[in-house]
């Protein structure tokens, strides 16, 4: 019996978790970034975001402690504790481990805890560094089996902007942003009008649910009456692009999570037939570091997306010469060694198991069934 929400992963799947986050770490160090670990407990914090869902420990002293519930605080208290942000120069880690959640929400499905991989580029802010965050990204999904992912991205910068140039009160923003968000034109269109906003700018607002699509999207975003600061951020956008031409890109401008957090683009990975992101991530300057942009990957989403037929390979050798066993290892071969003297149990045990060959005498010998 274990708790709800936490499972056993077997020898075919947990191999294939390992093999999964030592090619994505092998990925994240090639292009620069460097492994960090990270403490599993933390000092509670009831400013954090998922503080009311985290599990709670009391230390010795009566101190609150909690199990780490996502990696991006945990990383920026990394930094800010060791003085590499004032080097002015980007710092570049990768990460990975678990997470734990007291109550877990609709996209982690029941997992109380789970699994992520991810790249955090700190310390710098523009088109390139958002670019290559992006193309990271989509490497990563390459690398691990979905060339054919989309990445989705889209730009709370400008939905966050286009609000505040409404001037209405927080709480009138957040019903037209969950609106946005759902893609609720009727309801969209009736607060609009009941808030009395400018012709120009409902016109703006209301075209964001559908601003979904092609680079194409980006010129249609263009037409409408649009601030300063949106103009500004669509060509923020505009040079990200442009940097990515090979990159399968689709644009989601009414894209409207978590717009306190996210200050540029943000985006997820979808691959087909499976309906839940793959990774998440973007642009977050000033919410937890003053330049920052990075990404995630979910291991049991990914798991569960690439639907592999997961069987256990056996070694290849069952060996009763331990000279030849080492020799084996050497070359290569996976080496069982034999627990008997006893030829026909060992013959046996290799048959139900797959094992090929039997290593006595200093000779390699094929198993054969009858």
């Known amino acids: 019996m274990i708790p709800e929400g936490t499972r056993y992963f077997l020898p075919p799947e947990a191999r294939l978790r390992r093999e999964l986050q030592e090619r994505l770490a092998g990925l994240l160090y090639g292009w620069g ?7 599993s407990l933390e000092v509670y914090d009831p400013q954090h975001t998922l503080a009311e869902r985290s599990f709670k420990l009391v230390d010795k002293n009566g101190g609150v402690l909690v199990l780490r519930s996502e990696f991006t605080t945990a990383v920026a208290g990394l930094l800010r504790s060791n003085g590499r942000l004032a080097s002015g120069q980007p710092v570049r880690m990768q990460y990975a481990g678990t997470l734990w959640l007291r109550e877990a929400n ?57 609000l505040d140039s409404t001037g209405l009160s927080d709480a009138q923003k957040e019903f037209l942003r969950q609106a946005i968000h759902r893609k609720n034109s009727p309801q969209l269109g009736f607060l609009l009008k009941d808030y009395q906003v400018h012709p120009g700018l409902q016109q703006a607002i209301q075209a964001l649910p559908d601003l979904y699509g092609g680079r194409e999207v980006l010129e249609e975003a263009r037409k409408l009456s649009l601030s300063g600061r949106a103009q500004a951020d669509l060509d923020w956008l505009e040079a990200v692009l442009n940097l990515l031409p090979e990159v399968p890109l689709l644009l989601d401008l009414g894209r409207a999570r978590l717009l306190t957090f996210y200050t540029g683009l943000n985006f997820q990975a979808y691959t087909p037939d499976f309906g839940l992101p793959l990774l998440g991530g973007g642009r977050y ?9 990075g990404f995630a990957l979910g291991l049991e989403r990914v798991m569960e997306a690439l639907r592999l037929p997961l069987s256990e390979a056996p070694p290849e050798v069952l060996a009763l010469d331990l000279a030849m066993a080492r020799r084996l290892r050497t070359e290569g071969k996976r080496v069982e060694l034999a627990w008997t003297h006893d030829l026909h149990d060992l013959r046996e045990y290799a048959l139900d198991r797959g094992i090929r060959w039997l290593a006595r005498d200093g000779k390699l010998e094929e198993v054969r069934s009858g």
């Open 33 to 39: 970034y460097e492994p960090v670990e990270l403490p």
């Open 106 to 162: 609709a996209e982690l499905g029941r997992s109380r805890e789970f699994g992520q991989v991810g790249a955090e580029l700190i310390g710098v802010s523009s088109p390139q560094a958002d670019a290559e965050v992006l193309e990271l990204a989509w490497e990563a999904l390459r690398l691990i089996g979905f060339p054919e992912a989309k990445i989705e991205v889209g730009l709370p910068a400008l939905v966050r902007d286009l």
């Open 285 to 293: 300057d000033g919410a937890l570091l003053p330049y920052a942009a």
